[in-house]
């Protein structure tokens, strides 16, 4: 006679969570077992070329109005119009 299932008695979400927590590290085995037995590669003469890499961020030169402090790029607008002066001076 097969095992019942651990999941077949739940009835309550917390119980079901509790359950799945515990038998995560299995059930993930489990899924990825079934994975792999469906995982396929067919071989290419495809040779890939890297032909530009990445670009260094340089400083970029940048003004502001007479007595006015920058903003932290952390601290959200508070009103729309200094929205529009952040992205269009």
Known sequence: MAKP???????????AENVLTYYRRQLAKFVWAQMEQHLWE?????????????????????SLPAG??????????????????VIDP
């Open 5 to 15: 299932s651990p999941l077949g008695t739940l009835t309550a979400l917390p119980s």
């Open 42 to 62: 067919t071989p290419t003469d495809y040779v890939p070329r890297i032909t530009r890499g990445f670009s260094l961020l340089r400083p970029m030169a940048f």
């Open 68 to 85: 006015q402090a920058p903003r932290p790029f952390r601290q959200i607008a508070s009103m729309a119009f200094d929205v529009l002066w």
